[in-house]
């Protein structure tokens, strides 16, 4: 069982950065590809980025050159890095294991952009 915890989420003007967090507990990281998802209210949720346990990471084409994600296996926790954000980015992130799965959801991280 993994538990996983979002957070780093905020208010930012169009053109910032944002770095999120996702701390998991109950099992090491090093075993799941990882990623972060997003959801705007009334749309479903969207896959962002994508962690491979051999390294190799993956992008939604809407963020690919913006966003990087990174692992950190000795803190046991998941990053999103986030630079040159737009209106459109503003959603809750949710961290979760790739494929997802349902009992994993937490409570994610509000991202505002806006002026």
């Known amino acids: 069982q993994v538990q996983l915890v979002e957070s780093g989420g905020g208010l930012v003007q169009p053109g910032g950065s944002l770095r999120l967090s996702c701390a998991a507990s109950?099992?090491?990281?090093?075993?799941?590809?990882m990623a972060w998802y997003r959801q705007v209210p009334g749309k479903q949720r969207e896959w962002v980025a994508l962690?491979?346990?051999?390294?190799?990471?993956n992008y939604a084409d809407s963020v690919k050159g913006r966003f990087t994600i990174s692992r950190d296996s000795a803190k046991n926790t998941v990053y999103l890095e986030m630079n040159s954000l737009k209106s459109e980015d503003t959603a809750v992130y949710y961290c979760n294991l790739w494929p997802a799965w349902s009992t994993y959801w937490g409570q994610g991280t509000q991202v505002t952009v806006s002026s």
């Open positions: 109950g099992s090491t990281i090093n075993i799941y590809n």
């Open positions: 962690s491979r346990t051999d390294g190799r990471t």
